[in-house]
């Protein structure tokens, strides 16, 4: 990294010369206490056919409020509001809605106003909204496209789903080696003021790259830099040769993990022949980490995105072959307490106890799953750290299982007055909370070595792993012990 420009490079006081922000309100926008009160507002506007409140008001709330709004609305008042702010729509809506509430407003909105709509958002956030649509539907919005901005959309399109090529933005500043500070600021405030000009500066930005005449990068320049640094410097001079290049096929949850390792606000992306083509910036990457973790928790809950605008028939196939799964696991654990059915007949206080011993071991197993995965996918838990983190787990699991087993034994000797059931239940709550334990760092493991999400699958292996040896720990000790 080059950090050496001299003090007398950088211009004096550079903080004092800052104009006056005022709030920090982007365009003097008006910021609403948006809340369930203005929604309410907004829908009796409607009712009442009061087309000015309705304009007034949701023309002044942010686009991710709007967007928050159209979630909330029915379909119908879906529609005669977009009707209704038409004229005004904020194409950055579009980036903030959920993908069922984006697919209806597209169609409101029609091929045309689309078009438009997509050209005014960011090349990364145009892509987002396209790749939720059918191709005969992308084809119709594209060719409604000017030329210059379909084919960086079209280039976008190109690369895998959730790679860095969908996530990154493809308008950036970029310099060659060769040019000065005051060169970049002069080329910059002249591409901002050219109106005609097709590549010009993305709406936010905070690095400059410095590229080789073959478009490889050489080395970035964070903003603040730049606008502190006097112009005839060269920007060879303070520029950070230390760079985070990614891969334009880069699965976006690595991009995410390399943000989060590297404290970065911006990186740049390479295709194969390690040219420039992009940009990634965190505030995509904070939408990455919010996406992966609902996908995670909705899975792990046997639920897909979007349940919760689906219809009901789509929201009851979705969760019918998870429940089936269920169902199944369910029936072998019954399975297993059927084939001590002549003991429990014998002693009824298994029938009373034996959840405890099952629930037991399901918990302490989730806990251990839970912590498994998150370390997963925050790549803490490795090839290298595994057996650690498992033997670990084992030994919490013996220590919980011996102080369950005393309250629990001594629970049952109070409650039925039988100091061998007492016991039988003690033993099994050791063997339970060991094997749970035990299953709740190596399923996971063993489903990530194998290519599956251990998200999904693991807590239906852990529930009837725990359920199974649970009752057959409990039922088949009573049978030896107390028969």
């Known amino acids: 990294m080059t950090d050496e420009t001299d003090r007398d490079d950088v211009a004096p006081d550079a903080a004092d010369t800052a104009g006056d922000g005022g709030d920090g309100d982007e365009g003097g926008e008006t910021t609403l206490d948006y809340g369930a009160e203005l929604e309410e507002q907004i829908v009796d506007a409607l009712e009442a056919g009061d087309t ?30 977009i009707d209704l702010i038409r004229d005004d729509f904020d194409a950055e809506v579009l980036s903030e809605l959920d993908d069922m509430v984006r697919e209806e407003v597209v169609e409101f909105l029609g091929v045309h106003e689309l078009a438009v709509a997509l050209v005014e958002l960011d090349s990364d956030d145009a892509v987002e909204v396209l790749t939720e649509m059918h191709e005969d539907q992308q084809r119709e919005v594209l060719d409604a496209i000017p030329e210059a901005d379909r084919a960086l959309i079209e280039e976008g399109l190109s690369y895998p789903e959730d790679s860095a090529g969908r996530l990154m933005q493809r308008e950036m500043v970029m ?57 005839p410097i060269g920007v060879k001079r303070i520029m950070e040769t230390d760079l985070n290049l990614i891969p334009v096929e880069m699965d976006q949850e690595d991009v995410a993990f390399l943000f989060r390792q590297r404290d970065l606000v911006s990186a740049p992306v390479v295709d194969a022949d390690g040219r420039l083509v992009g940009n990634i910036t965190i505030d995509d990457v904070v939408d990455v980490i919010h996406e992966e973790h609902e996908e ?4 792990m ?57 099952a629930s037991m071991g399901g918990n302490a197993g989730t806990q251990t799953l839970t912590v498994t995965v998150r370390a997963l996918a925050t790549k803490e838990l490795t090839s290298t750290n595994a057996m650690r983190v498992v033997g670990k787990e084992l030994v919490v699991g013996i220590i919980n299982g011996l102080l369950f087993a005393v309250l629990t034994g001594g629970v049952a000797w109070a409650w039925f007055g039988n100091p061998m059931l007492g016991g039988v239940i003690a033993m099994a709550m050791v063997v339970n909370m060991i094997v749970a334990g035990l299953a709740g760092t190596t399923i996971p493991l063993a489903l990530d070595r194998f290519g599956a999400d251990p998200a999904v699958a693991s807590s239906v292996f852990l529930t009837t792993l725990t359920d199974v040896v649970g009752f057959f720990a409990f039922l088949g000790l009573a049978a030896v012990v107390l028969f």
């Open 175 to 231: 310099v060659p080696t060769f040019w000065s500070v005051g060169q970049t600021i002069d080329f910059m405030r002249q591409t901002a003021d050219d109106e005609e000009e097709e590549d010009g500066l993305p709406d936010a930005f905070y690095d400059i790259f410095v590229i080789d005449p073959k478009g490889h990068p050489q080395g970035t320049i964070p903003l603040s830099r730049l606008l502190r640094t006097r112009r």
């Open 52 to 81: 000015a409140q309705v304009r007034d008001v949701v023309g002044q709330l942010h686009y991710a409020d709007c967007a928050d709004l159209l979630e909330r609305l029915s379909s119908d008042e879906r529609r005669q509001l």
């Open 296 to 299: 995670d928790v909705l899975r």
């Open 301 to 357: 809950g046997g639920v897909i995105e979007d349940d919760l605008y689906h219809a009901v028939l789509g929201t009851t196939k979705a969760r019918f072959s998870w429940l089936v799964v269920n169902l199944v696991t369910a029936i072998l654990a019954s399975v297993v307490i059927g084939l001590f059915d002549a003991t429990i007949e014998e002693v009824v206080a298994l029938a009373i106890l034996m959840p405890i011993v």
